[in-house]
């Protein structure tokens, strides 16, 4: 078909270097023909948290192999693409930087458009990505990153209803991994714990929830496990397993609560304006909680609304997300030229008012 386009997408504003091919018709459907990830985990490791200078390093130095890598994986050579989509922003500045400088050196060698993406439209834009979603949809971006609900009108006009004003919920859940000893990432290892935990033994707080809207919170919660956890060793010597298990669960059942009561609100406000057909989509690493999932999917049957998440490797970090949301911004006529700035912060919703929490991974929003 004539007006199918290739196009090659980076992705850098984090702890991951990745890169994707898609192919497709612009405002239609597109194919992803390869996506490679490259992620950091080993060399934060040491230091708890993403170190941005060593991020931006390993950046630069992994790009052109993550390209290399995707082409290949496509069976493609760089002459077979039609235009480079890159996030300029929000994101790590180094990282964001190396991802821009790579991209315009290829736009400008290819001869071929360069597209600046917002990193948060590429998550948020997912669902239509894998299930071919219309606007407008409820979008729930929760990671270790990110936890904002965002009304996705079209390609790069978005409505933020509200999100966490400190902690991002998977930033929470690293926490008390690391506070219980449990490994990194802190998701995975809390949820299985929980499993045989008793999650009503310890009542944590449920914060935000006394008050209107949809914004959250969540570092309220990490330090009453701190406390938790210091009592128990006061008084017993040390946590046995079954503490372990019942703080986690009891910490995963506030987060759910959270995520779903707030959901709910969202929804209600969401569906005043949008009552015909309405959908939620899910984006973000924590969407993987078998919890948080269910209690999600229970408010969307309550409500009539269609749930959709897509598969965890395009909910977490990804170039092919960036791709199709260059994808939608070339079938609009955005294009970006050699100007083209890599933007630290970047708020989808442009008018609405900064949240104040910018998470471990830096400020989004
Ligand atoms: O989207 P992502 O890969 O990266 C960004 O944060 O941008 O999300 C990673 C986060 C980590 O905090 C991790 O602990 C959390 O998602 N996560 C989970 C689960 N799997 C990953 N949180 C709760 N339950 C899980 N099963
Ligand atoms: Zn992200």
Redesign the pocket.
């Known amino acids: 078909m004539s007006d199918q386009i290739t196009l090659l997408g980076l992705e850098s504003s ?3 270097t990745a890169a994707a091919v898609l192919r497709g018709v612009p405002g239609q459907r597109a194919e992803i023909l390869s996506s490679v990830v490259a992620g950091q985990t080993e060399l934060h490791a040491p230091f708890g948290g993403v170190v941005p200078e060593i991020a931006a390093r390993a950046h630069a130095e992994k790009l052109d192999t993550c390209v290399e890598e995707a082409l290949t994986e496509a069976a493609l050579s760089l002459n077979d693409i039609d235009a480079i989509a890159v996030t300029a922003g929000p994101g790590l500045i180094g990282g964001v930087l190396s991802g821009v400088m790579c991209a315009k050196g290829l736009a400008l060698g290819l001869g071929v458009p360069l597209i600046g993406v917002n990193h948060l439209a590429g ?1 948020a834009l997912t669902p239509r990505l894998t299930d071919g979603v219309d606007f407008p949809y409820l979008m729930l971006l ?5 936890c904002q609900f965002l009304i996705a009108h079209g390609p790069e006009e978005f409505t933020r209803l509200g999100g966490t004003i400190d902690d ?4 929470a ?2 926490k008390t ?1 690391r506070l219980l000893g449990l490994p ?5 290892s ?2 299985a714990e929980a499993r045989t935990g008793d999650a009503k033994r310890f009542r944590f707080p449920r914060p935000l929830l006394d008050r209107d809207g949809c914004d959250m919170s969540f570092s309220g919660l990490k330090t009453a496990i701190l406390r938790t956890r210091d009592q128990l060793v006061a008084e017993h010597g040390g946590l046995h397993v079954t503490d372990r298990a019942d703080i986690c669960a009891g910490f ?1 059942a506030a ?1 759910v609560d959270v995520l779903s009561e707030k959901t709910r609100r969202a929804l209600g406000v969401y569906l005043q304006i949008n009552p015909d057909s309405p959908t939620l989509a899910v ?10 999932r269910a209690g999600l999917e229970t408010v969307c049957a309550d409500l009539d609304v269609a749930f959709t998440a897509p598969p ?1 490797s395009l ?3 990804n170039a092919a997300m960036i791709a199709y949301a260059g994808m939608e911004r070339f079938a609009t006529g955005g294009r970006d030229d050699m100007t083209l700035v890599a933007r630290p912060r970047w708020p989808l919703d442009q008018s609405a008012p900064a949240l104040l929490g910018g ?3 830096g400020a989004k929003a």
């Open positions: 984090c702890d991951d998550h929760v990671s270790g990153g990110h991002a919920p998977g930033e859940f690293d991994a990194q990432p802190g998701g995975p809390v949820e995963q987060v984006a973000g690493g924590v969407a993987a909680n078998g919890a948080i965890l909910c977490t970090d998470g471990r991974k």
